[in-house]
């Protein structure tokens, strides 16, 4: 397995963990059925994008 399609595959997971817990929180949120608690998983749900993002723009690939 060469160094690039490891990067694309660990940006891949990078961004579907990013997306799920951005997702679950909007979720909790838009239904009403915890919006305190979707609030607090939006801090986490940062973290996670912000991680995919410089992950990718480190390796100097294109979104």
């Given amino acids: 397995m060469s160094f690039e399609s490891k990067d694309k595959d660990t940006a891949r997971k990078k961004g579907l963990a990013a997306s799920a817990v951005t997702a679950g929180s909007v ?8 919006p305190i608690l979707g609030l607090i998983a939006l801090v986490p749900a940062a973290y996670l994008v912000k991680d995919w993002f410089m992950f990718r723009a ?3 690939m294109r979104f």
């Fill in 27 to 34: 979720a909790l949120i838009a239904t009403g059925a915890a």
């Fill in 58 to 60: 480190k390796r100097g």
